[in-house]
């Protein structure tokens, strides 16, 4: 049965408990629970964490607290019943727990080892305070660094300060704000304090923390390592003033053994000393630490002989010192002590010893010896600071060792009462006596006794230093023959005071002789008394004293002889009568001089002093005694103080009328000096003096009068020092007038009490009328008045005792109204007058409200005095926060109220006027205390207040400036931050009273200010205040942790929601108002819904319906609300603010309203308008917040720019997004993309002289220059993005302008300008960049990207592979979708992100500057891959049955165009695909590509060779004839003979009869150039190699025989080879998906093929299915790896013609990287599928065929589409093996290539192969010309960087004949031709594996151009005579990389036309052409079909210029090569 537990409340979870039972509540240990029932070892509660889930837990996992439980029942609160700190830090630290961990995972490591530490100490803390053992200092102690420490981690992990007061978290409401705001500021400066590690003293007594803190050096000796001594020493330590010349401490004594050890064995560790006492002043002195060894023994160390062995003597050794300036910095800081070593240094002479000290220290090196090794006396030194008694608490060690406390001679700086001390300090100093006969010098020793008055000797009264015992008697150190001797030994005599006055000391005088027996003989004696006759005390001073003769016969026994005698001069003086017959005789020669030092509490040396104790003896001197009472010193006053006084009022009481003025001086004299801080310490005294020993009954009357007497004359006297001394003492003069009088009433049962109270009343008028007095005249005056005003609050107390609370007050109320209440006195009577009220609130007195209520009405009007001037602001704002404090604490009472009234009538006006004047200043402290000031007045007020507050208004005006002030206030206090970020208590507070106050202050404002007298400016303020409010940062409680939210929500609530009705109903109340606030609140409100508050947006988005609704109606639309509300809505978005849910609410919101009205339709379009606009914008700023890439940025802006353009027409906004993506493109370095975006902005601005005014950074200025600057930038951007075509406009443009306006300067610059863009174009190298089709599938794409597809243009040399990575990283959470077809719906629809990507190929639109014979490459090479907006890819299939024979006979391409919405390049890198279309391309189509392709990539190859481009290695040529001829042998173009060439293909396709004559046509071709390679191949060909090379011939010899046998009819040449082809494929438009049916290509190669792929390659088919039913995986041809392995980890890359796209890089930047690296992507695993790995790649840049695209063919036959080359490769793929159980890696790599390739595998090992794998790329073939109507094959050529021309094979044209004019042999002269330079592979529709585009070196000089008809019969070439229609011969350029941009080559030119060609003329330019040159009509070369005259004389012209001289072996080559061909 479960029952309700009684005690068991509170406990803490002891061990993890996983809830596995049915209701069982998960805990983990540490959690603390809430216990609610009980039932047979179980408890049912809730966690602390997550209260409201309940659950069962054991009872023995929880360790039960005590704790207090109010409201008992369902909704009992259970606090534990432990010290609050305890639960601080408990909560604390779980805070704590996860932010530290998060400090290790952002790398912030420092603070994560810190803060470990510091939460181990916190723990460790804790424990102690919890296990109860502490003393309470202790816990005081353990608090304060609890505390420390919480604060300072609170502060390093930004969380908010705790504010407390005596380390307990205080509650705000139980204090007030000022103080609250106080405790704010000691917590972080306590926070701030914690660093430091030095402990201040911080005392708890108002003014004693002025006391100056005592020093204290400990020093211990560790030992004395120098002991060649062999004997017994004193080691005598003492601190040493150099400046002074003197000692300034006692001495320390250590006795050593002869071994250096302590003599006591119980010493050992407690040889150590404490110096003490030393004052601030004393360390800053010269002070060193001086050692002197005294050792005992014989005479002389080195001398046995003298002095026998039993005698031992006192005898100087040595001495050691040590400057504490030099050891104090480094052990000021050490809490341990530090060891230092002292030399000690021995005296050269005797006589000199009393200064050796000061010869060390001032070096005089000649008077003393140096010790001869380093070692001496090893001391440790620490410094402590602090009262004797505080050090004895800190360090108990060191008293626990047996320190001997030294003591500094005379008095510290500080005179502690209870000190008493009786110490005379005794110097000898030293002696003059006779030789007496003797040869030599005498060996003194002085003995020195106390005795008594009756001749005892006083034992243990001489000290030779502390840390040894007194004795009786002491021996002087004995100085070696010297008659002259001088000690400088300082003794402490510490004689009891009961025996020092009758005391006297004796010295005696000792020869000690060296000679054998050693005795020590008496020569004589001197004496002095301790005192006085007269009481007094020796003096100190040096006293020269009488040397009396006696022998060792002589008997002091009667002492009295020779007291009587005079001992020094002063006394021979004073006693003259001395009796001549005496024991004793004078040596008149003889002296000795002592100097003595008094150090006493008890005895004084001062006569005055003693007078006036002893005034009865001399009653006729008491005027004058008690006038030199002031020349007394302090410590003498101190010493005797309650002595002084009781004497003083007994004169007084003795006669008053005579001496009552001088006692009240000396009185004033006494009371002041106790003010200094040296005597500060005897005002305890003096107050227990008053309560407990003063007598003075009758004192009062006097003290009185004389007081009255001094206040009186203060008007009349100039010089008023005795006046303003009375005025500081008044303090305790009250307190004896006080205690007098009490004293008089118990005495006299209180007689006199009327006269007593009218001399009191009297005497404060005396007070008032100084105060009264015009000061400003007189300074003495000020000084008077300040005395008085700043000893007057100190009187109260004493008042209080006579007289009850209101009299006083109305006593002091008197006073502080006499002081002139204008605030013109002088500033330091301001303060002196301030600071007394501020005394005068802080005073007990003030704490009565009866007194209050006198008081605060006079208090109150000096503060608004000083308010209204704003002067001495910070001492007014203590005062009222003093107030605010004590009506807090007694809120309680009624007449807090009236207080309250009062207060706000006085101060609440000038208070926010104050606070106005200091926030514009920023003033933060000030700020700071005036803002508590006004809270907590604010806060103190009631209804009934703010309702007189209202009331007491005169008039609305004065109503509505007090309305104004306050909200500014608020609204100040919110915008500046008065208090810090982390004051979150302060911040909280602050808000609760704002929302409170406007709670009471919004009824007046709708009351007022509504109808008639609506005024815009109040309400206008009063909503900016609650925008203000709700959007403060401390409010938004979504961002602090849950446990800070519950608590805030518990104690305040949402304050945000309280504003939001308070201001919704306010705007309701505006009424027909609201107008009024159209557009201009329409920002603010729409800041306030978009705080992420629901229900702040549920109340306040119907207002925008409101207004929109209001302008409906007065202006027919809204147009300004809508306006306004998109302008805001930007700029709050980019803030951060705004989310889905909230666009969704505010659809829903304003639909729902605005479905009922009449505009309905116009609303819903903008509210719709609205949202859209939205789902752009928090697309926009959540890719500009996150670590999002620029790609995503400028995607999002440019959609956010063309949204505001087209959708809603805000041309501001489009503006200033135009350069925000402006500058995204910059910073990208998209300079192109940049230009065009700033072209945007350009194109809306005219040639006009329309001014313009200031706009985002451009000034104010006309639109002709704005639209000038803009261009110039445009035209630079341009230029830095090599875009010159595009800029040339542009300069052309601004040339008419400045030629308009004759500004011949800048038309100068510009043309200039231009022209240097024509040659950039010209001479500088740029890449043609690759295109990639981006498809963006699922809805967690942005808005902006969702299932939408883009074609974007990739970064210089970015390969496939790398742009997917891009497009990866970019978009982590995407999966890369592994096949071409267009998406589903689930995948559109779905919550996720898929990437669809490959690469297209761009189709240019300017075909014709292309198809231009004479245009340079470099030229065309930009019109290649610029202005492009449609892109096409390629996608092979089988349609009908798969001939497994031969799978060509079905193989289909399906052309996939996209067209795009922008040209690129454009504003963007990327463009939306606006539409799609759908073209399939025959199989025998294909089948033509392909070999054209080879063709062309052959001859290039060998024109290279030819013309020498290629130095040195022939390998690339190899591999391809190699590559060709194998595949032919071994069935390459066999198989397209097999499948077209077969009578049932001709047949079922009577159409195709063209096209095959095509096809062989082809062929054919391609023998010829075979032929022509091999015989380039046999001049270059290594002798290594010569075995290959015969291979060739033999296997070309095969070829060329099977294809003649195969087509008898091409071995005559025959003008039917030229027939005329028809279109070759129906054209399909179609937005439908690809086929579904996968394919999977798998490209086959030799290992030879894997290690020296080249992009090369002859154009193989290979687009071979596998067995497995229609799946095509296509693997790269040529990959990374050197091996099998590799080959299998390569990626897929599927494409439609081959399998990789690859960017047209010169070969030297990109040979490392095979094209399957750079073209095909490079995925993750997790996008790979084992087997149907299949990823789509498109075509390069395949050059399409004119037959699938019939309709745009231009005059000469050529069409406008271009096809790129795909992926070429060197030798060509292999059928793929189709056997299920091979591997991908197997089949991938088969053992032998298949037969039936085009490009068969190499099979025999190339010994240098590879050694320049992918370093060249062939050259194109050139276009061949057709009659009308002819198509014939276009190939597109690549972007270069080479400024040169190579010459290639010359053309040739389908009609005449299947060759081109190849030379006959090596020697025949070089083409001239140029052309361009890209590499055609196979058809991308094929599949064909094609070689990949790269560039090739070349030299920088273009070899002169040559015909190269010479050498070959007219008739090889040409067999129609009669042929009209010359072919266009295209130009070939080679590209050079980037690396040799430094070997800046010549610039490109057209050459000029063989003779017999006329040009025609030129055409008109164009307008404003797209590109910068005039079009001209192409020059006709008539290399084929000439005249025999032209042909002669073109032959004979080119043989002139250039024909190269060869030796007999190329001539021979060349005959036999020619008669091959004649034969044939």
């Known amino acids: 049965m479960w029952t309700p537990t009684e005690e068991e409340k509170y406990g803490v979870v002891i061990c993890s408990f996983r809830g596995p039972v049915p209701q069982g509540l998960i805990l983990e240990l540490g959690e603390t629970v809430q216990i609610l029932e009980k039932c047979e070892g179980w408890y049912r509660g809730v966690s602390i964490k997550k209260p409201n889930v309940k659950g069962i837990f054991p009872a023995n996992y929880i360790h039960l607290k005590k704790a207090v439980v109010s409201n008992r029942g369902q909704y009992e609160t259970v606090v534990p019943l432990e010290d609050s700190v305890i639960t601080e830090v408990t909560a604390t630290l779980q805070e704590w727990a996860v932010l530290w961990k998060q400090l290790y995972v952002k790398h912030k490591i420092d603070l994560f080892y810190k803060l470990r530490h510091v939460m181990n100490e916190l723990i460790d803390l804790r424990r102690q305070l919890l296990s109860g053992h502490l003393t309470q200092d202790q816990v005081r102690e353990v608090k304060r660094h609890l505390t420390v420490r919480l604060d300072w981690g609170n502060e390093h992990l930004g969380l908010d300060l705790v504010p407390r007061k005596d380390f307990e978290v205080v509650d705000s409401d139980q204090i007030s704000v000022s103080d609250l705001y106080k405790m704010h500021l000691s917590s972080r400066h306590s926070v701030q304090q914690s660093t430091s590690q030095v402990d201040t003293i911080r005392s708890r007594h108002g003014e004693a923390c002025r006391l100056p803190v005592p020093h204290h050096f400990f020093l211990s000796l560790k030992s004395f390592t120098y002991n060649t001594i062999g004997e017994d020493a004193d080691v005598f330590f003492f601190l040493y003033d150099v400046r002074e010349g003197k000692q300034i401490s006692e001495r320390f004594m250590v006795r050593l053994n002869k071994n250096g050890g302590p003599k006591n064995p119980e010493k050992i560790d407690r040889m150590c000393a404490l110096f003490t006492d030393l004052s601030s002043k004393d360390m800053k002195k010269d002070l060193y630490i001086v050692a002197h060894v005294i050792r005992l023994g014989r005479m002389l160390l080195n001398d046995s002989r003298k002095g026998p062995s039993h005698l031992h003597y006192r005898r100087p050794y040595g001495c050691a010192v ?235 026994n009667n002492h009295a002889l020779y007291l009587g005698l005079p001992c020094c001069k002063e006394d021979y003086n004073g006693c003259p009568n001395i009796p001549s017959s005496l024991i004793f005789q004078r040596s008149t020669k003889e002296s000795f001089s002592v100097s003595t030092q008094l150090s006493s509490t008890k005895l004084t040396q001062n006569v005055d002093l003693l007078a006036l104790l002893k005034w009865k003896a001399y009653p006729d001197r008491v005027m004058d005694i008690l006038g030199r009472l002031r020349h007394v010193s302090g410590e003498e006053i101190v010493k005797f103080l309650q002595d002084i006084l009781d004497t003083l009022f007994v004169i007084l009481d003795d006669n008053t009328e005579k001496y009552g003025l001088l006692v009240f001086q000396s009185l004033v004299f006494i009371i002041n000096l106790l003010r200094d801080s040296k005597y500060f310490h005897f005002r305890p005294v003096m107050d227990t003096y008053i309560q407990k020993h003063f007598a003075g009954a009758l004192a009062y009357k006097e003290l009185i009068r004389c007081l009255k007497w001094y206040m009186d004359r203060s008007a009349e006297l100039i010089r008023q020092d005795h006046i303003q001394e009375a005025m500081r003492a008044l303090e305790y003069l009250f307190k004896f007038i006080v205690q007098s009088r009490i004293l008089y009433s118990r005495a006299t049962c209180g007689m006199e009490e009327e006269q007593f109270r009218a001399s009191i009343q009297e005497l404060f008028q005396s007070i008032r009328f100084v105060l009264s007095l015009d000061s400003r005249s007189s300074e003495t005056l000020i000084f008077t008045q300040a005395a008085l005003l700043n000893s007057f609050p100190a009187i109260f107390d004493e008042l209080l005792q006579m007289f009850t609370v209101q009299e006083v007050a109305e006593f002091v109320r008197g006073t502080l109204g006499s002081m002139p209440s204008t605030v013109h006195i002088g500033q330091s009577m301001d303060v002196v007058k301030l600071q007394s009220i501020a005394r005068t609130v802080d005073s007990r007195l003030f704490s009565f409200s009866e007194s209050r209520r006198i008081l605060l009405p006079v208090v109150l009007h000096h503060i608004h005095l000083h308010l209204r001037q704003q002067k001495e602001l910070l001492i007014c704002s203590g005062i009222l926060s003093s107030i605010f404090s004590i009506i807090k604490t007694s809120s309680l009472e009624t007449d807090v109220i009236e207080e309250v009234e009062m207060m706000v009538e006085s101060l609440l006006d000038v208070l926010l006027q104050t606070l106005l004047t200091i926030m514009s200043k920023s003033q933060s402290q000030e700020a700071g205390e005036y803002v508590s000031c006004l809270l907590s007045l604010l806060r103190q007020m009631s209804d009934t207040h703010f309702q007189h507050l209202l009331e007491n208004f005169q008039s609305k005006d004065e109503l509505k400036e007090f309305l104004l002030k306050i909200f500014c206030v608020f609204r100040n206090l919110m915008k500046m931050s008065v208090f810090p970020r982390d004051w979150m208590v302060m911040r909280l507070l602050t808000s609760n009273i704002i929302v409170t106050t406007v709670q009471y202050l919004s009824p007046a404002l709708h009351k007022n200010f509504t109808e008639t007298d609506f005024d815009f400016k109040v309400w206008n303020s009063y909503f900016s205040l609650s925008v203000l409010f709700i959007n403060q940062p401390s409010l938004q409680l979504e961002t602090v942790t849950p446990v800070k939210r519950k608590k805030i929500l518990d104690k305040y609530g949402d304050m945000r929601i309280m504003m939001a009705y308070e201001l919704f109903s306010m705007w309701q109340n505006l009424g027909e108002h609201k107008i009024h606030f159209i557009p201009g609140m329409i920002g603010p409100f729409l800041g306030v819904t978009l705080v992420p508050q629901p229900e702040v947006r549920n109340i306040m988005i119907p207002i925008f319906h409101d207004m929109m609704d209001w302008e409906q109606r007065k202006n027919g639309n809204f147009k300004q609300v809508e306006a306004e509300l998109i302008d805001k809505l930007d700029s709050l978005v980019s803030e951060g603010k705004g989310d889905e849910n909230y666009r969704e609410l505010f659809s829903l919101l304003l639909l729902e309203k605005i479905e009922q009205e009449t505009w309905r339709e116009t609303g819903i379009s903008f509210v719709t308008s609205v949202t859209r606009l939205m789902e752009r914008l928090l697309d926009y700023r959540d890719c500009m917040k996150g670590d999002e890439t620029e790609n995503k940025k400028i995607g999002c802006t440019v959609n956010l720019m063309n949204f505001y353009k087209s959708e809603i027409n805000k041309e501001e906004m489009y503006i200033r997004y135009i350069h925000k993506l402006c500058d995204m493109h910059l910073q990208a370095e998209n300079y192109t993309e940049a230009a065009f975006t700033l072209l945007l902005y350009c194109e809306l601005l005219q040639w006009e002289d329309r001014p313009l005014r200031d706009f985002l950074h451009y000034p104010s200025q006309t639109e002709w220059q704005r639209k000038e600057a803009l261009s110039r930038k445009i035209i630079h951007y341009f230029n830095k993005g090599k875009s010159w075509e595009f800029g040339i406009p542009l300069c052309r443009e601004l040339a008419i302008q400045y030629e308009s306006l004759y500004d011949y300067q800048s038309l100068s610059w510009i043309r200039k300008m231009e022209a240097t863009y024509y040659d950039n174009i010209m001479e500088q190298q740029r890449l043609e960049p690759e295109f990639f089709r981006v498809g963006f599938y699922g809805r967690k794409f942005p808005f902006f990207l969702r299932n939408k597809e883009y074609v974007c243009r990739g970064h210089d040399y970015e390969r496939l592979e790398a742009f997917q990575q891009r497009m990866l990283s970019e978009f982590p959470q995407a999966i890369a979708m592994q096949h071409p077809n267009h998406p589903d719906d689930n995948i559109l629809q779905c919550d996720a992100q898929y990437l669809q990507i490959y690469a297209v190929t761009p189709i240019p639109d300017n075909i014709d500057v292309l198809q231009m014979d004479r245009v340079p490459d470099r030229i065309k090479s930009f019109y290649r891959v610029n202005n492009i907006r449609k892109f096409r890819y390629d996608r092979p299939f089988h349609k009908g049955p798969k001939d497994k024979e031969n799978e060509f006979k079905s193989l289909w391409i399906e052309r996939t165009t996209l067209i795009l919405t922008h040209s690129l390049p454009g504003i963007s890198r990327w463009f939306e695909v606006e539409r799609r279309e759908l073209v399939e391309v025959s199989p025998l189509e294909n089948a033509i590509q392909v070999v054209e392709n080879k063709n062309q990539e052959l001859r290039t190859l060998i024109s290279q060779y030819q013309h020498k481009q290629m130095h040195g290695n022939i390998n690339l040529l190899s591999m391809c004839l190699n590559g060709v001829i194998d595949a032919a042998v071994n069935g390459g173009i066999a198989r397209y003979q097999e499948a077209f060439f077969d009578r049932e293909y001709i047949t079922t396709h009577p159409g195709d009869a063209e096209k095959i004559t095509q096809l062989k046509e082809l062929m054919h071709e391609q023998v010829h150039i075979l032929g022509v390679g091999l015989a380039v191949h046999e001049k270059f060909v290594h002798p290594e190699m010569r075995p290959l090379h015969k291979k060739l011939i033999d296997q070309f010899q095969m070829m060329r025989s099977s294809l003649y046998h195969e087509l008898p009819a091409l071995d005559k040449l025959s003008p039917a080879c030229s027939g005329t082809s028809t279109p070759r494929s129906s054209m399909l438009i179609s937005h439908s998906p690809m086929s579904p049916e996968s394919i999977k290509l798998v490209h086959r190669h030799s290992l030879l093929n894997m290690l020296g792929t080249v992009r090369h390659s002859s154009s193989s088919l290979s687009s071979h299915t596998s067995s497995e039913t229609g799946n095509l995986v296509i693997l790269t041809d040529s990959s990374i790896g050197e091996t099998a392995e590799d080959m299998y980890h390569m990626q897929a890359s599927p494409s439609t013609s081959s399998l990789s796209s690859t960017h047209s890089a010169p070969s030297q930047m990109i040979n490392s990287a095979p094209p399957s690296t750079r073209g095909s992507p490079s995925l993750p695993d997790k996008y790979r599928h084992n087997r149907d790995l299949m990823m789509l790649l498109p075509t390069h840049r395949d050059r399409p065929s004119s037959a699938m695209y019939p309709a745009a063919i231009t005059e000469n036959g050529q069409h406008q589409n271009f096809q790129r080359a795909l992926l070429q490769q060197v030798i060509g793929p292999c059928k793929p093996c189709s056997d299920p159980n091979l591997s991908v890696a197997e089949k991938a790599v088969p053992a032998a290539p298949s037969s039936w390739s085009l490009d068969s595998g190499t099979r025999e090992a190339l010994p240098f192969l590879s050694a320049h794998v992918g370093s060249i790329l062939a050259p194109p073939v050139p276009p061949r010309s057709l009659p009308h109507g002819h198509y014939s094959l276009h190939f597109d050529a690549f972007h270069h960087h080479l400024n040169d021309v190579p010459p290639a094979l010359p053309a040739r044209t389908l009609r005449k004949s299947p060759l081109h004019p190849i030379p006959a042999s090596p020697t025949s002269p070089q083409s001239g031709l140029d052309g361009s330079n890209s590499t055609l592979s196979g058809s991308a529709s094929s599949g064909v594996s094609s070689l990949s585009e790269s560039n090739f070196g070349h030299s920088s000089e273009p070899p002169p151009r040559t015909d190269t008809m010479d050498s070959v019969p007219s008739q090889a070439w040409n067999t129609d005579e009669d042929l009209e229609t010359p072919y266009l011969p295209v130009r070939y350029s080679l590209s050079e990389p980037d690396v040799l941009e430094t070997l800046k080559s010549q610039p490109c030119r057209s050459h000029s036309a063989p003779s017999g060609v006329i040009p025609q003329d030129t055409m008109d330019p164009p307008a404003l052409p797209p590109k910068p040159y005039h079009s001209r009509l192409p020059n006709i070369e008539n290399e084929e079909g000439m005249m025999k005259e032209e042909e002669e004389k073109h032959r004979a012209l080119h043989r002139k210029i250039s024909q190269p001289i060869g030796g007999a072996k190329e001539e021979q080559a060349r005959v036999a090569w020619e008669h091959g061909i004649s034969e044939q």
């Open 322 to 556: 040590l400057s504490i300036m030099d050891v104090i910095p480094s052990i000021s800081e050490l809490k341990e002590e530090k060891d230092f070593v002292l030399k000690v240094y021995t005296c050269n002479n005797e006589n000199e010893w009393y200064q050796i000290h000061e010869n060390i220290i001032r070096k005089s090196s000649t008077k003393y010896t140096a010790p001869s090794s380093n070692y001496g006396l090893i001391v440790s030194l620490q410094l402590l600071r602090g009262e004797m008694e505080q050090v004895r608490r800190e360090y108990p060690m060191i008293f626990n060792r047996g320190v001997a406390v030294t003591r500094k001679i005379g008095f510290p700086d500080v005179i502690m009462p209870g000190d008493i001390r009786n110490d005379l300090y005794l110097t000898l100093e030293k002696g003059d006596f006779e030789r007496g006969g003797k040869s030599v010098q005498k060996n003194i020793e002085v003995t020195m006794y106390v005795l008594y008055a009756d001749g005892e000797f006083l034992k243990d009264c001489i000290s030779l230093g502390s840390g040894e015992s007194s004795r009786s008697l002491y021996h002087s150190f004995v100085l070696y023959h010297s008659n002259s001797p001088r000690w400088g030994e300082v003794i402490k005599l510490p004689i009891p005071i009961d025996r020092f006055r009758g005391s006297h000391l004796r010295f005696e005088f000792r020869h000690c002789s060296t000679k054998d027996k050693g005795e020590k003989k008496l020569f004589g004696f001197a004496f002095t008394p301790l005192m006085r006759d007269d009481g007094t005390t020796l003096s100190d001073d040096i006293h020269e004293l009488y040397v009396y003769k006696c022998d060792e016969n002589s008997t002091f």
